[in-house]
């Protein structure tokens, strides 16, 4: 079997075994443990503690049923390795970003992509979005490969829109549109 075969196949079956599910109250040691040995360097995340983390988590179903967010646990083979979610434009509400991060013993394995997958699928069939986009810092290539491989479409920078403390960065945006089939 050739290498890349293997690897295709390789991913293929790691894809297979990852679902994304709403995120529970008894996510929080395994999300904080993640957020400690996370890369910081595209992403400030304001949770410094467990508690934080256990009050943010309280918080979604107040925010699914408002439409304004809607987070995900990433599960590989059960186990917790990342969050997703898609936030909801309150201006322009057929409108959905998706946000990802990834324990970092678990990146460059598929995983986002498949998450990310399985997200846009809530994000236009139930949540009924037309339009869904993925911001990334511009340095943060494995981000941008990730909406490449499912398919959106980059359409510019957004100048200075993502902060990292009291830094601003650019952004690429990708987007993504409802494809109504009849």
């Known amino acids: 079997m050739s290498k890349a075969l293997f690897r295709k196949e390789a991913q293929f079956s790691i894809m297979l ?19 400690t040995h996370l890369d910081y360097q595209f992403i400030e995340v304001p949770i410094k503690t467990l508690e934080d983390e256990k009050r943010f988590l309280k918080l979604n179903e107040a925010k699914r049923k ?3 967010e809607h987070n995900y646990s990433i599960l590989l083979e059960e186990k917790l390795v990342g969050g997703c979610g898609i936030r909801i434009d309150q201006h322009r509400p057929w409108t959905g970003e998706i946000g990802y991060f990834v ?7 598929g995983i986002a992509t498949e998450a990310v997958r399985q997200l ?3 994000g236009f069939d139930e949540l009924k979005l037309q339009r869904i986009t993925i911001l990334m810092d ?3 290539t494995a981000s ?3 909406a490449v491989k499912c398919g959106y479409e980059k359409e510019g920078i957004a100048k200075k829109i993502h902060r990292i403390g009291q830094e601003y960065y650019d952004c690429f945006v990708y987007a993504k549109t409802r494809q109504i089939t009849e």
Not at 103 to 109: E, F, H, N, S
Request: aromatic letters at 16%; glycine letters at 2%.
């Open 138 to 140: 511009v340095r943060n």
């Open 103 to 109: 324990d970092k013993a678990y990146q460059g394995m």
């Open 17 to 35: 075994q990852v679902k994304i599910r709403p995120q529970e109250i008894f996510d929080a040691e395994r999300f904080f443990e993640i957020f």
């Open 66 to 68: 408002t439409n304004f």
């Open 144 to 146: 941008e490969k990730i």
């Open 120 to 122: 846009e699928k809530i």
